[in-house]
């Protein structure tokens, strides 16, 4: 193939359906077959991305290796594809809108009236082709966020009409749409799905394939009335039936026969033989472990849960390819006190404080750390959890009682952890932490140089404070260690304690380096933990 061949993912009816993992399903079954494939998230909202929303409103936020603050769906990408991600692969409507302003501020539009189309429809394109042009990807999957109808879906909907009517054969159209059951007749329902593409139409574009996601499977008779009512041929309506876990969904995908409709709607008119035998090797693992152990996930967003997706799905790596089962225990940190800390945590075998921001819930953490530390209970501390971890040890082993984050407590008379130096005159929020991958070097005879087993690492971050150096002598010399450094910033990355068997906090997040086929050292290291202890 000399271009690239673009397929856009649309979806309809209703939010949550499932757009980035039938995307992901789709890049991994292309990935698996030799082509060069990845995937780009168009997304509606008008934030320049989703560094300043609450987890609450749109869950994680996913960061990439160069520094980009990104919707969680790019977790998925690089969960299912095992390749990093960059700031290419993440559009909003915000960044879209500002790339044009700042053009027209600057006098780029020579007098021109700027408008909708063609000036934003054609940055949205410029988009997509510069990881045709730069990255030069033989398979570009391009998954547009909310649902067809919204009126902030429609720049990027007239953008997919341009872009099918200009590459033809080079683009199709994936609509994912649901089909509700309705259990008192006993039917599924093709209505809301035929609405759904008449909305694709009257903007232009005629879906190639449908995937309904459905709770029951499809009889020949729906198909059938989908094919008809849609404009589609019948091999092109696609079951997608709730699966056990999303790792399975590929290969339900592949049965389905989803990435051979795709590619003769796209031209590629003879598949490469697909190598996925890693894949269902690892499912197999994840399906039938030979034992289960429970973890729990200290945070204070766990009535969404996708706010911690990147640490569950890491959590579920290591423990497949360990072959182990993982129930996940989610604890509410503003639940939790020093009076009730044992009860919460009787039944886990490790425990997880999670990363976030902000002084709510954050005494149930550190009364979370002190019993995790003080039973030998294998705990691993991301971010946020880490300095948890630094704020608990320094007030109950060092004795400075009412040591605290300047984050929390900006006249506390020992602050163990501070804001950055860089950070000091800091005054827009948006993509200004410490962002993206950084080098950190290991201390050896460590449990983290055990896992990694090599002396330097690169992990992503996503932070303004840091443990304060000025009291790293009276950590060390009470039994903390200072496992791993950023030599050239003087920042420790990571932290143990010396008579504990499993004890880590780590000030980057190591779950946004964990896929399926290459689960992260430090989650499995975590895991293999449970075993020893």
Not at 57 to 78: R, S
Not at 336 to 360: E, M, T, W, Y
Not at 369 to 392: D, H, S, T, W
Not at 448 to 460: D, G, N, P, V
Request: one cysteine or more; a positive charge; glycine letters at 8%.
């Amino acid at each position: 193939m000399s271009e690239s061949k673009f397929i856009f993912v649309t979806g309809g009816v209703t939010s949550s359906l499932g757009k980035g993992i039938v995307a992901s399903s789709l890049g991994n079954l292309f990935q698996s077959r030799g082509y060069n494939t990845t995937i780009l998230k168009l997304d509606p909202y008008l934030n320049v991305d989703p560094g300043t929303l609450n987890p609450y409103e749109h869950g994680e936020c996913y960061v990439t290796q160069d520094g980009a603050e990104t919707d969680l769906d790019l977790g998925h990408y690089e969960r299912f594809l095992n390749i990093p991600t960059t700031q290419l692969n993440n559009v909003t409507t915000g960044s879209v809108y500002q790339s044009v302003i700042d053009r027209e501020r600057k006098g780029d539009f020579l007098g021109k009236t700027v408008q909708i189309i063609p000036h934003i429809t054609d940055e949205i394109k410029n988009r997509i082709l510069a990881l045709e042009t730069k990255k030069k990807f033989e398979i570009i999957i391009v998954e547009i966020g909310g649902t067809v109808g919204d009126i902030e879906s429609l720049p990027y909907i007239e953008a997919l009409r341009q872009f099918k009517f200009e590459r033809k054969d080079d683009v199709a159209v994936v609509h994912l749409t649901l089909l509700p059951y309705l259990s008192s007749t006993g039917e599924i329902k093709t209505k809301p799905t035929q609405h759904s593409v008449k909305t694709m139409l009257q903007s232009g574009v005629q879906p190639d394939v449908i995937v309904c996601r459905t709770e029951h499977s499809l009889t020949e008779m729906v198909k059938n009335k989908i094919a008809l009512f849609c404009n589609v041929e019948y091999k092109c309506v696609i079951e997608s039936i709730n699966a056990d876990t999303i790792y399975e969904v590929p290969l339900l995908m592949l049965n389905q026969k989803l990435d051979q409709v795709v590619s003769e709607k796209i031209g590629v008119s003879k598949l490469k033989k697909i190598n996925n035998s890693i894949w269902k090797k690892r499912l197999q693992k994840l399906k039938n472990p030979n034992e289960v152990f429970t973890v729990g996930i200290v945070g204070k967003y766990v009535e969404l849960k996708d706010s911690y997706k990147s640490i569950y799905e890491s959590l579920i790596h290591a423990a497949a390819f360990l072959g182990k089962g993982i129930k996940v225990k989610w604890i509410h940190s503003e639940k939790l006190n020093n009076h009730n800390i044992k009860n919460h945590l009787s039944d886990c075998q490790g425990v997880v404080v999670a990363p976030g921001f902000g002084d709510r819930g954050i005494d149930g953490k550190i009364a979370a750390v002190k019993c995790v530390r003080e039973n030998k209970i294998p705990f691993l501390g991301i971010c946020l959890g880490m300095q948890v971890a630094v704020i608990e040890f320094f007030r109950n082993v060092c004795g400075y009682t009412t040591a605290h984050s300047t984050e929390m407590d900006s006249h506390t008379k020992y602050p163990i952890i501070d804001l950055m130096k860089n950070q000091s005159n800091v005054i827009n929020k948006g993509g200004t932490m410490r962002l993206g991958s950084y080098e950190c070097t290991l201390l050896k005879k460590t449990k983290s140089f055990e896992a990694y087993q090599k002396l330097t690492i690169h992990e992503r971050h996503r932070h303004r404070y840091e443990l304060n150096n000025e009291y790293k002598a009276d950590l060390i010399s009470n039994g903390m260690i200072m496992a791993g450094c950023n030599k050239d910033l003087g920042l420790i990355e990571i932290v143990e304690i010396s008579d504990h068997p499993w004890f880590i906090g780590v000030q980057f997040h190591p779950e946004y380096q964990s896929s399926f086929i290459n689960p992260h050292p430090l989650f499995i290291s975590f895991v293999n933990a449970f075993l020893k202890k």
